[in-house]
């Protein structure tokens, strides 16, 4: 029998049936909900979840969905677990629970689960990196608390989220950037592209220095690219020199005494060469030509 795979690529969904967690709990208080139901429960007793990766909203997206809230109310009901009889913590839906309350709601509609603190990790984790709208810091963030939280090797990884391996690796590799870039990544100040054309470069000051660039002549990542080929472009090993031979240097000596300068003969190991004549002015070089007979 193939061994049942735990992927965490599936969705929020799976994972919740595979946990057996799929039906919501009756809650004291708001009364039974049938299976597969929904809950009205008060925004105020909602504790924020720990283990969200999502560590940026945006202010004018809140506004936005809450004024849309007012309209049309929730559409999509939060995911939540039970903490005691009258207090919950989110397992996805942070975005609507914070638009309910500029919306002034005082109930929003929710799933009740079952969840530890493992499977809330996970299930966070999930939610929001299939969601695809987190910058890739907090992607690059979530992979690793998986990795090291949810007691995953990196091999393992691709396939629970859903991902190639190459993919994870460079999310990953993000993370040795320095803070200044993470923030101007995080921020939209640079792509995805940019990034990976940085990392490239092991001098932490010169990768501030591009990416300073990148922000003031806004360079596309072709053009980083480029430069970065440049900067780590391997310098041309210097031919090894070849020590002149016995027989050459007393060549070299006849050679000086018969034109009466400093005669030099290189040579490599084939035996090629050239042999330099030097001469310092005109008239100096005029004597050589008569004793060349030329």
């Known amino acids: 029998m193939a061994k049942k795979r735990t992927g965490l690529g599936r969705g929020l969904g799976a994972l919740l049936d595979e946990q057996g967690s ?35 909203f945006n202010q004018e997206a809140l506004e936005e969905l809450s004024e849309s809230i007012k309209v049309q109310g929730i559409i999509q009901p939060i995911t939540v677990r039970q903490l005691s009889e009258n207090s919950y913590q989110l397992i996805s839906g942070e975005r ?42 907090e992607i ?26 190459a993919t994870v690796n460079n999310y990953l590799r993000l993370l040795k950037l320095p803070p200044d870039i993470q923030i101007a990544l995080r921020d939209g100040k640079l792509s995805m592209g940019h990034a990976r054309a940085i990392i490239n470069i092991d001098n932490v000051d010169l990768q501030l220095d591009i990416a300073k660039q990148i922000i003031e002549n806004d360079l596309s990542v072709r053009k980083v690219e480029e430069l970065v080929r440049q900067m780590v472009k391997p310098a041309t090993p210097a031919k090894p020199k070849q020590e002149p031979s016995y027989e050459i240097i007393k060549l070299q000596d006849k050679l000086s005494s018969h034109f009466g300068t400093k005669i030099k003969i290189n040579s490599d190991v084939n035996n090629k060469g050239e042999i330099k004549i030097p001469f310092i002015s005109t008239d100096d070089l005029n004597r050589i030509l008569d004793i060349l007979e030329m």
Request: proline letters at 6%; one cysteine or more.
């Open 140 to 165: 690059a963030l979530s992979y690793q608390r998986l990795l090291a939280e949810c007691d995953l090797k990196q091999e393992e990884l691709g396939d629970r989220v859903g991902k190639k391996r």
């Open 22 to 56: 799929s039906k919501p709990e009756k809650i004291s208080g708001v009364g039974a909900a049938p299976k597969g139901g929904i809950n009205e429960i008060p925004v105020s007793s909602i504790e924020v979840n720990p283990f969200q990766p999502r560590t940026d």
């Open 96 to 137: 609507r629970t914070q638009a309910s309350k500029l919306a002034g709601l005082e109930k929003i509609p929710a799933y009740i689960r079952k969840a530890d603190d493992q499977q809330m990790l996970e299930m966070a984790l999930i939610e929001n990196i299939q969601r695809e709208n987190l910058n890739a810091i």
